[in-house]
Protein backbone atom coordinates (compact mmCIF):
# COMPACT_ATOMS: atom_id res chain seq x y z
CA UNK A 1 0.00 0.00 0.00
CA UNK A 2 2.38 2.00 1.02
CA UNK A 3 4.91 2.29 -2.50
CA UNK A 4 1.68 2.74 -4.09
CA UNK A 5 1.14 6.21 -1.92
CA UNK A 6 4.19 6.65 -3.27
CA UNK A 7 3.67 6.47 -6.98
CA UNK A 8 0.76 8.21 -6.66
CA UNK A 9 2.43 11.22 -5.11
CA UNK A 10 5.19 11.38 -7.66
CA UNK A 11 2.66 11.52 -10.27
CA UNK A 12 0.56 13.65 -9.11
CA UNK A 13 3.56 16.37 -7.88
CA UNK A 14 5.59 16.17 -10.95
CA UNK A 15 2.32 17.06 -13.01
CA UNK A 16 1.90 19.82 -11.17
CA UNK A 17 5.11 21.00 -10.38
CA UNK A 18 6.20 19.76 -14.54
CA UNK A 19 7.15 23.56 -15.76
CA UNK A 20 9.26 23.88 -12.61
CA UNK A 21 10.74 21.22 -12.69
CA UNK A 22 11.42 21.35 -16.58
CA UNK A 23 13.05 24.92 -15.96
CA UNK A 24 15.06 23.50 -12.95
CA UNK A 25 17.05 21.11 -15.43
CA UNK A 26 17.34 23.53 -18.16
CA UNK A 27 19.25 25.40 -16.02
CA UNK A 28 21.38 22.20 -14.75
CA UNK A 29 21.71 21.85 -18.27
CA UNK A 30 23.33 25.15 -19.06
CA UNK A 31 25.28 25.15 -15.79
CA UNK A 32 23.21 27.38 -13.98
CA UNK A 33 21.52 27.54 -10.38
CA UNK A 34 22.86 23.86 -9.89
CA UNK A 35 22.69 23.96 -6.04
CA UNK A 36 19.74 25.46 -6.35
CA UNK A 37 18.00 22.55 -8.50
CA UNK A 38 19.80 19.95 -5.43
CA UNK A 39 17.99 21.80 -2.77
CA UNK A 40 14.48 21.12 -5.22
CA UNK A 41 15.62 17.87 -5.35
CA UNK A 42 16.31 17.44 -1.76
CA UNK A 43 13.07 19.06 -0.44
CA UNK A 44 10.74 16.36 -2.77
CA UNK A 45 12.70 13.36 -1.49
CA UNK A 46 11.81 15.09 1.75
CA UNK A 47 8.49 15.14 1.13
CA UNK A 48 8.63 11.44 0.24
CA UNK A 49 10.43 10.46 3.21
CA UNK A 50 7.38 12.00 5.35
CA UNK A 51 5.31 9.52 4.18
CA UNK A 52 7.24 6.24 5.05
CA UNK A 53 5.92 4.19 7.35
CA UNK A 54 7.46 2.61 9.74
CA UNK A 55 6.41 -1.13 10.92
CA UNK A 56 6.51 -3.15 13.44
CA UNK A 57 5.62 -6.74 14.17
CA UNK A 58 5.27 -9.31 16.84
CA UNK A 59 4.04 -12.95 17.05
CA UNK A 60 3.01 -15.15 19.46
CA UNK A 61 2.92 -18.61 20.32
CA UNK A 62 -0.09 -19.31 22.02
CA UNK A 63 1.00 -22.47 24.84
CA UNK A 64 -1.12 -24.47 26.78
CA UNK A 65 -0.19 -27.29 29.46
CA UNK A 66 2.97 -26.61 27.53
CA UNK A 67 1.63 -27.14 24.12
CA UNK A 68 1.30 -25.05 21.55
CA UNK A 69 -2.24 -24.35 20.34
CA UNK A 70 -1.92 -21.04 17.97
CA UNK A 71 -0.42 -17.99 17.45
CA UNK A 72 -0.77 -14.73 17.60
CA UNK A 73 0.14 -11.78 15.16
CA UNK A 74 0.27 -7.80 15.80
CA UNK A 75 1.59 -5.32 13.14
CA UNK A 76 1.65 -1.48 14.47
CA UNK A 77 2.09 1.00 11.54
CA UNK A 78 3.12 4.35 12.43
CA UNK A 79 3.17 7.34 9.76
CA UNK A 80 3.66 10.57 10.96
CA UNK A 81 0.55 11.45 13.44
CA UNK A 82 -1.60 8.41 12.98
CA UNK A 83 -1.14 5.17 14.76
CA UNK A 84 -2.41 1.52 14.02
CA UNK A 85 -2.43 -1.83 15.20
CA UNK A 86 -3.22 -4.87 14.11
CA UNK A 87 -4.07 -8.32 15.63
CA UNK A 88 -4.93 -11.49 14.18
CA UNK A 89 -4.93 -14.78 16.10
CA UNK A 90 -5.78 -18.42 15.52
CA UNK A 91 -6.13 -21.31 18.45
CA UNK A 92 -6.87 -25.11 18.05
CA UNK A 93 -8.24 -26.44 21.38
CA UNK A 94 -10.35 -29.69 22.24
CA UNK A 95 -13.06 -30.05 25.29
CA UNK A 96 -14.37 -33.31 24.41
CA UNK A 97 -15.00 -31.98 20.69
CA UNK A 98 -12.54 -29.43 18.73
CA UNK A 99 -12.53 -25.68 18.82
CA UNK A 100 -11.18 -23.43 16.24
CA UNK A 101 -11.04 -19.95 17.53
CA UNK A 102 -10.08 -17.09 14.69
CA UNK A 103 -9.64 -13.22 15.77
CA UNK A 104 -9.42 -10.07 14.08
CA UNK A 105 -8.70 -6.94 15.73
CA UNK A 106 -7.87 -2.86 14.74
CA UNK A 107 -7.04 -0.10 17.21
CA UNK A 108 -6.55 2.93 15.33
CA UNK A 109 -5.00 6.29 16.68
CA UNK A 110 -4.83 9.59 15.13
CA UNK A 111 -2.09 12.82 17.49
CA UNK A 112 -2.74 10.51 20.35
CA UNK A 113 -6.26 9.89 20.52
CA UNK A 114 -8.20 6.63 19.74
CA UNK A 115 -10.52 6.89 16.65
CA UNK A 116 -11.39 3.47 15.82
CA UNK A 117 -11.31 -0.20 16.91
CA UNK A 118 -12.30 -2.85 15.66
CA UNK A 119 -12.94 -6.38 16.81
CA UNK A 120 -14.42 -9.78 14.83
CA UNK A 121 -13.97 -13.03 16.25
CA UNK A 122 -15.41 -16.96 15.18
CA UNK A 123 -15.86 -20.23 17.37
CA UNK A 124 -15.81 -22.48 14.43
CA UNK A 125 -17.84 -21.49 12.18
CA UNK A 126 -19.80 -19.41 14.38
CA UNK A 127 -19.49 -15.23 14.26
CA UNK A 128 -19.12 -14.31 18.04
CA UNK A 129 -18.54 -10.94 17.55
CA UNK A 130 -18.42 -8.40 15.03
CA UNK A 131 -18.66 -4.95 15.95
CA UNK A 132 -16.16 -1.53 15.20
CA UNK A 133 -16.21 1.66 17.22
CA UNK A 134 -15.75 5.43 15.78
CA UNK A 135 -14.48 8.84 16.94
CA UNK A 136 -17.57 10.91 16.03
CA UNK A 137 -18.48 14.95 16.22
CA UNK A 138 -21.02 13.00 18.76
CA UNK A 139 -18.52 11.32 20.66
CA UNK A 140 -17.30 7.84 20.49
CA UNK A 141 -20.08 5.21 18.84
CA UNK A 142 -20.31 1.59 18.76
CA UNK A 143 -21.97 -0.46 15.61
CA UNK A 144 -23.09 -3.72 15.16
CA UNK A 145 -25.20 -4.93 12.58
CA UNK A 146 -27.73 -2.19 12.69
CA UNK A 147 -27.64 -0.90 15.94
CA UNK A 148 -25.58 2.38 16.94
CA UNK A 149 -25.03 3.09 20.31
CA UNK A 150 -23.97 5.78 22.06
CA UNK A 151 -20.08 5.08 24.43
CA UNK A 152 -19.96 7.84 27.73
CA UNK A 153 -16.33 8.04 27.62
CA UNK A 154 -14.66 10.99 26.18
CA UNK A 155 -10.57 11.38 25.30
CA UNK A 156 -9.84 7.42 25.22
CA UNK A 157 -5.53 7.71 25.09
CA UNK A 158 -4.97 3.84 25.20
CA UNK A 159 -6.31 0.42 24.13
CA UNK A 160 -5.87 -3.38 25.21
CA UNK A 161 -4.33 -3.89 22.05
CA UNK A 162 -1.30 -1.23 23.04
CA UNK A 163 -0.18 -3.50 25.70
CA UNK A 164 1.93 -5.72 23.59
CA UNK A 165 3.90 -2.64 22.26
CA UNK A 166 4.38 -0.63 25.15
CA UNK A 167 5.31 -1.18 28.74
CA UNK A 168 2.07 0.98 31.05
CA UNK A 169 2.40 2.89 33.76
CA UNK A 170 1.07 2.44 37.18
CA UNK A 171 -2.64 3.07 37.44
CA UNK A 172 -2.90 3.76 33.85
CA UNK A 173 -6.45 2.70 32.53
CA UNK A 174 -7.23 0.92 28.93
CA UNK A 175 -9.99 0.80 26.99
CA UNK A 176 -11.38 -2.62 26.27
CA UNK A 177 -13.59 -2.86 23.15
CA UNK A 178 -14.46 -6.20 25.00
CA UNK A 179 -16.37 -4.89 27.70
CA UNK A 180 -16.78 -1.43 26.48
CA UNK A 181 -15.38 0.40 29.11
CA UNK A 182 -11.87 1.25 31.00
CA UNK A 183 -9.72 -1.47 33.24
CA UNK A 184 -7.21 -0.58 35.08
CA UNK A 185 -3.56 -1.50 34.72
CA UNK A 186 -2.06 -3.08 38.51
CA UNK A 187 1.63 -3.49 39.28
CA UNK A 188 2.37 -6.58 40.84
CA UNK A 189 5.33 -7.88 43.02
CA UNK A 190 6.99 -10.39 40.30
CA UNK A 191 7.62 -7.16 37.95
CA UNK A 192 4.55 -7.57 36.15
CA UNK A 193 1.16 -5.63 35.10
CA UNK A 194 -2.31 -7.23 35.94
CA UNK A 195 -5.31 -6.09 34.79
CA UNK A 196 -8.40 -7.55 35.83
CA UNK A 197 -11.22 -8.26 33.93
CA UNK A 198 -15.20 -7.09 34.95
CA UNK A 199 -16.22 -11.32 34.32
CA UNK A 200 -13.51 -12.15 36.97
CA UNK A 201 -10.90 -13.28 35.17
CA UNK A 202 -7.63 -11.61 34.50
CA UNK A 203 -4.07 -10.90 32.26
CA UNK A 204 -0.94 -10.52 33.44
CA UNK A 205 1.81 -8.80 31.11
CA UNK A 206 5.56 -8.85 31.00
CA UNK A 207 7.79 -7.08 29.47
CA UNK A 208 11.80 -7.18 28.04
CA UNK A 209 12.80 -3.49 27.33
CA UNK A 210 9.46 -2.18 26.77
CA UNK A 211 7.93 -5.27 24.44
CA UNK A 212 5.48 -7.64 26.12
CA UNK A 213 7.33 -10.96 26.02
CA UNK A 214 4.87 -13.01 28.10
CA UNK A 215 0.99 -12.67 28.56
CA UNK A 216 -0.42 -15.07 31.51
CA UNK A 217 -4.19 -15.28 31.21
CA UNK A 218 -5.84 -16.61 34.30
CA UNK A 219 -9.24 -17.87 33.53
CA UNK A 220 -11.68 -19.27 35.70
CA UNK A 221 -12.11 -22.84 33.68
CA UNK A 222 -8.36 -22.67 32.17
CA UNK A 223 -5.02 -21.05 32.17
CA UNK A 224 -2.94 -20.45 29.12
CA UNK A 225 -0.11 -18.56 28.01
CA UNK A 226 0.94 -15.86 24.99
CA UNK A 227 4.90 -16.09 24.40
CA UNK A 228 6.86 -14.07 22.54
CA UNK A 229 7.97 -16.13 19.42
CA UNK A 230 9.38 -13.12 16.93
CA UNK A 231 9.72 -9.40 17.14
CA UNK A 232 10.80 -6.99 14.17
CA UNK A 233 11.23 -3.61 13.03
Known sequence: MVPVLLYLFVRKYISKKWPLIRQKMNEVVDGKNFLLFIGFCVLMLLKLGSLK???????????????VIGWTKL???????????KLQSEVKTRFVFQFVVKAMEEAMFNNGNLIYTSQFRKLNSDVKENKSMKLTSRGYEVYKGNDTQPLSLNGLQHHMLGL?????AQGEKIYSDTFQQLLNVERIADGGYRVKLPDGNSCRYYYKNGICTNIKIDHKLYSAELMLAQSTN
Do not use: S, W
Open 75 to 85: IKTNTNQQIDI
Open 53 to 67: AQQQELQYNVVRNGK
Open 164 to 168: YFTEP
